[in-house]
């Protein structure tokens, strides 16, 4: 069927957080530094006219063996329903791809400081791209009551 893929990260996230636990994300400032090799500061040319990025990483530290392609509990959580792995955000997904909106703190030369990154320190980045209303959608989002409930201590400050 599907051949694979290969990508080269664009950059790494530098961050005070370390490890990938999943709550307590608010208050956290990182810094995606590119690859000197392949970009210049003309790459991040722009990107301070926009209050926020979309961070395309890679979850590195999953081992193949943790990869879910079906459903469970999100974290584990039985109160919550069993939902496939499409129907939930967690780290130990097919592709261990992660996105994030992040607000952006600062552009510097070829580094990008964002607030809101759920990415741990030493994690490669692959791509960044612009929010924009255009693109993002206007609508309304609907979510189950446990979508909610998940997030409730995600962004808490005291990461």
């Known amino acids: ?31 995606i530094v590119l690859d000197s090799d392949r970009f210049g500061p003309e790459a991040l040319a722009g990107l301070d006219g926009f209050s926020h990025v ?20 999100p974290r584990g959580n039985r109160a919550w329903p069993r939902v496939g792995i499409f129907a939930q955000r967690g780290r130990n997904r097919p592709n261990r791809l992660g996105l994030t909106t992040c607000r952006i703190v600062a552009v510097l030369g070829t580094e990008l400081a964002v607030a809101g990154l759920d990415a741990i320190d030493g994690t490669p980045v692959l791509d960044l791209k612009p929010a924009m209303s255009g693109f993002d959608r206007p609508d309304p989002l609907a979510e189950p009551d446990w979508a909610r409930e998940i997030m409730a201590d995600y962004w808490r400050e005291g990461g």
């Open 54 to 73: 979309h961070v395309i990483f890679l979850f590195h530290l999953v081992r193949a063996e943790k990869i879910e392609t079906g459903a469970r509990h």
């Open 1 to 31: 069927m599907a051949k694979p893929l290969s990508l080269t990260p664009i950059g790494q996230v530098h961050s005070a957080r370390t490890a990938p636990i999943d709550d307590d994300w608010g208050g956290i400032v990182a810094r």
